[in-house]
């Protein structure tokens, strides 16, 4: 069906927003286990930033688009992939417009990871939170340690389902383990502002 559309060139363009803005669109994807601190540390960046004059910012998360767009997915390798893509063209859409969005999700594999830097491209900055599985199995903010040791929950990533962490892919390395949560958010800013993404 592709061959039938045809995308509308709108006046107001990325470009034009970005310059009046005075920062670029991106999309800082957080990813790792659950409990690691990914939505903590989106949200707390995008908070950072907001509060910085005619920043444009946006949190994404996998709570909010399981919610909606992918409501009728489920947890199989298949379904998780699309969730993914699904999700990366939503973030693509925030980028496009010159926003700063922070997306938040586990992306247990590479693979996964990869497709979601095929949609976005440029705008896409890898990162990583990390945190031992110990660590993430005793903060377990959601209960979802819990419930999937109990069954209730299948294809956990951790228990029964894995996640490929490759330092060396990922543009950051936040480790929620062994640097405070305003070290992080520093970390970030300045990774913004030496790639030229916001104004110093």
């Known amino acids: 069906m ?3 559309l045809k995308e509308h060139t709108f006046d107001l363009t990325r470009n ?5 803005r005075g920062h670029k669109g991106i999309v800082l ?14 949200n707390a960046v995008i908070n950072r930033l907001a509060s910085r004059n005619q920043i444009f910012c946006k949190s994404l998360d996998g709570d ?18 699309e969730n993914i893509r699904r999700s990366a063209h939503v973030a693509k859409l925030f980028a496009d417009f010159g926003v700063i969005c922070a997306a938040s999700f586990i992306t247990p594999s590479k693979k996964m990871r990869d497709l979601a830097r095929s949609i976005l491209g440029e705008d896409f900055v890898g990162c990583y939170v ?28 951790g228990l029964e389902s894995s996640f490929d962490f490759l330092e060396e892919e990922a543009e950051l390395v936040l480790d929620t383990e062994e640097e405070g949560l305003e070290a992080l958010i520093e970390k970030v800013v300045s990774y913004l502002e030496k790639q030229g993404i916001l104004q110093v």
Do not use: H
Not at 16 to 20: A, I
Not at 32 to 40: A, H, Q, R
Not at 131 to 144: G, H, L, M, V, Y
């Open 130 to 157: 990390k945190a031992s599985f110990e660590t993430c199995q005793k903060r377990d903010p959601k209960n979802f340690y819990k419930k999937a040791d109990c069954g209730q929950i299948r294809n956990f990533t």
């Open 2 to 4: 592709t061959e039938f």
């Open 64 to 81: 909010k688009m399981r919610g909606g767009l992918c409501s009728g997915l489920n947890f199989s390798d298949e379904d998780r992939a």
């Open 16 to 20: 034009m927003l970005e310059s009046k």
């Open 29 to 42: 994807w957080f990813y790792g286990l659950s409990g690691s601190g990914k939505s903590t540390l989106a």
